[in-house]
C-alpha cells in the first residue's frame, strides 16, 4: 500500500487533476466527507489528508510515503528524511514582504533601523533579512498577518501573494518579493527504498502528468508569450 498525504482545500483542488492524469482516481469526494483516509480506484494508493502544515511531519516519519506540501511549508519544517522529487508547479504564488504605503521600507533598510516583522513564515524571514543584512524583531503569528501593520503590531510582514486581492484589500503594499512559491511531492527516504518500483512508478506518472499539464496550457498561446 502507498500512502498520499494530501490537504483540503487549494492543495488538494490542483492535485487531483494531475492524480487523475497519473491514472489515480479518489472513491469519494474528500471536501463531502469526513473520512481521514480515502480509498482509490488502485487499490494500492490511499489518500490521507492532514493539516497543510503536517504534510511534511507525516512523510517525515512515515505516516504517509508521500506527500504535497507548499514549498513555504516545507522550508518552514526543514526537509529532514525528505526526498524531493518534483516541482508540481501548483498553488503557485510567492513570499513577499508587505507594508503600509506610509511606512518607506527602503528607507527603513538604508538608514539599518530595526524593523518589526510580523508572519507566520519565520525560519523564511529570518534567512532572507539575515541575508541581506536587515536588523529585524520577528513577531510570530498563524494567521491574518495583514492585520499587524494596520494595528501598529509590526512595520511590515512576511506572507504568501498570489492575486494581491488580500494587501489590496488592506491597504498594504508589497515591497519586496522573497521567492517565488510552488507546491512540491516529497516522499519519505526509507519508503523509496522500502518500495522503490512502485513510489518511482508514481513519482514518474505525476512527473508526466504536470509536464502533460503544461505542454496543454502553452498549446494555443502565441510563441511570444510562452516562458
Ligand atoms: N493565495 C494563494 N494562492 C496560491 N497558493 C497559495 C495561496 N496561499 C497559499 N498557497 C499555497 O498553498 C499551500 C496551502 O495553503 P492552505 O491555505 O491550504 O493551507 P494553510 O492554511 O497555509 O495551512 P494550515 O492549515 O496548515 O495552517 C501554502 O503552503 C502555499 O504554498
Ligand atoms: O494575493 P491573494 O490572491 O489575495 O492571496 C494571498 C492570501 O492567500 C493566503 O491566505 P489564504 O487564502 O490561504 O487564507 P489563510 O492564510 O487564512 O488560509 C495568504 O496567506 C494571503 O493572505
Avoid: W
Avoid at 505516516?63 to 498553488?91: F, M, N, S
Amino acid at each position: 500500500m502507498i500512502t498520499l498525504a494530501l490537504s483540503k482545500g487549494r492543495i488538494l483542488d490542483e492535485a487531483l487533476p494531475l492524480l487523475a492524469a497519473a491514472g489515480i482516481e479518489l472513491a469519494e469526494d474528500p471536501e463531502k466527507s469526513r473520512k481521514l483516509i480515502i480509498g482509490t480506484d488502485r487499490a494500492d494508493v490511499r489518500i490521507v489528508l492532514v493539516r497543510a502544515s503536517d504534510v511534511p511531519t507525516y512523510v517525515q516519519h512515515g505516516g504517509a510515503d508521500l506527500g504535497v506540501v507548499g514549498k513555504d511549508t516545507l522550508l518552514e519544517h526543514g526537509g529532514d528524511g525528505l526526498y524531493q522529487p518534483l516541482d508540481l508547479r501548483i498553488a503557485a504564488c510567492r513570499m513577499s514582504v508587505a507594508a503600509r504605503a506610509d511606512f518607506d521600507y527602503a528607507n527603513a533598510v538604508r538608514q539599518g533601523s530595526r524593523i518589526r516583522v510580523a508572519t507566520k513564515f519565520t525560519q523564511i524571514a529570518r534567512d532572507h533579512f539575515a541575508d541581506k543584512g536587515v536588523h529585524v524583531d520577528l513577531i510570530k503569528l498563524y494567521g491574518s498577518m495583514e492585520l499587524a501593520p494596520l494595528t501598529g503590531l509590526a512595520d511590515a510582514i512576511v506572507d504568501l501573494v498570489a492575486s494581491g486581492n488580500t494587501l489590496r484589500a488592506n491597504h498594504l503594499v508589497e515591497v519586496e518579493s522573497i521567492m517565488q512559491i510552488s507546491a512540491r511531492l516529497v516522499v519519505n527516504k526509507a519508503a523509496l527504498k522500502l518500495q522503490r518500483e512502485p513510489i518511482r512508478r508514481l513519482i514518474d506518472a505525476l512527473g508526466a502528468a504536470v509536464e502533460g499539464r503544461d505542454a496543454g496550457a502553452s498549446c494555443g498561446t502565441p510563441l511570444e508569450a510562452r516562458a
